[in-house]
């Protein structure tokens, strides 16, 4: 039985930057720009996708008077990612 | 670079390991601080044979009033590098948590040998040595960083030593413990963040 993967998740850049956080416990906006490789334009909305659904968790602020966005992955974010990589299982078994 | 409308299931999981490898791989610890201690102490431990064996002064545990100089430093030198950094790792929390740790049970356990006047007796090296390996060794496992482990184990080693050796001479055993448990582990830590930050500028 496949079980439908979450359209918030399966798309390349979004799933690279929840991959990435999982991991951590947050990290700059440059930080996933260098390691996904992204524009910052495709990024910066992508994250807001992920903002939106309740993913992830996007703080602006100011460090040496220059703006500076953190992001962390929510507690929901966490379980997206956990049934994702469950329904991912089922397909990938096929 | 795959295209979005042909990112299948397979492509997904790849890009997944790849991304938890990515962070797996963010190194954060430079190896400073293990320096700064390990040469402070190493210094302060030869200093104070010296004063005391060589020179008999009589006030020779002064020369560790540097330590509250170095710690100062490190407070401020903390704050600066946590400023810089561009990412948070539960393993950085960790591993800061068990040196408060280590911290706090080392000045309450000073006060309280103290108290009893048993700084001056044999016991305060072996449980200097045995102290000085608990962090190091849980920060070696955290870290996945063996010299850290093998300093430890050196430490406790060390610890054991210094029952059979005269009391005069068992401050040097801090400076042995320096050299292998933060001195060598601290340069091979350096090396490896400025190996990982050269690589993942490649």
Redesign the interface.
Do not use: R
């Given at each position: 039985m496949f079980k439908e993967l979450d359209p918030i998740l399966h798309s390349q850049l979004r799933l690279a930057v929840i991959s990435l956080l999982i991991s951590l416990k947050e990290a700059e906006f440059t930080y996933i720009k260098e390691k996904t490789n992204a524009t910052a334009g495709n990024l910066s909305v992508q994250i807001n996708k992920l903002k939106d659904a309740g993913y992830i968790d996007v703080l602006k602020q100011f460090k040496d008077n220059y703006p500076q966005t953190v992001c962390k992955i929510t507690p929901e974010g966490i379980s997206a990612f956990e049934e994702y990589v469950k329904n991912l299982q089922t397909y990938l078994n096929k | 670079?795959?295209q979005?409308e042909n990112?299948n299931?397979?492509?997904?999981?790849a890009?997944?390991e790849s991304?938890?490898k990515?962070?797996?791989n963010?190194f954060s610890e430079n190896g400073d601080s293990y320096l700064l201690w390990g040469w402070l102490v190493f210094f302060c431990s030869l200093a104070q044979f010296v004063l005391l064996h060589i020179m008999h002064y009589e006030k020779h545990y002064l020369v560790w009033m540097l330590t509250w100089v170095a710690a100062i430093y490190q407070i401020f030198d903390l704050r600066k590098r946590k400023?810089k950094l561009?990412?948070?790792?539960?393993t950085?929390?960790i591993v800061g948590y068990v040196w408060i740790a280590f911290f706090i049970s080392f000045v309450l356990i000073g006060f309280t040998l103290g108290s009893y006047k048993l700084l001056n007796s044999g016991i305060w090296y072996a449980i200097v040595l045995v102290l000085y390996g608990i962090p190091t060794f849980l920060s070696g496992i955290i870290l996945k960083f063996p010299p850290l482990v093998l300093g430890s184990i050196c430490c406790w080693i060390l610890s054991i030593i210094s029952r059979y050796i005269p009391y005069d001479f068992q401050v040097l055993l801090l400076s042995i413990a320096m050299i292998v448990a933060w001195i060598i582990p601290g340069y091979k830590l350096r090396a490896r963040y400025k190996s990982s930050n050269k690589s993942?500028l490649a």
């Open positions: - | 670079m795959i979005e990112f299931e397979k492509d997904s999981l890009l997944i991304m938890i990515k962070a797996k963010q400023n561009k990412v948070k790792t539960y950085d929390d993942s």
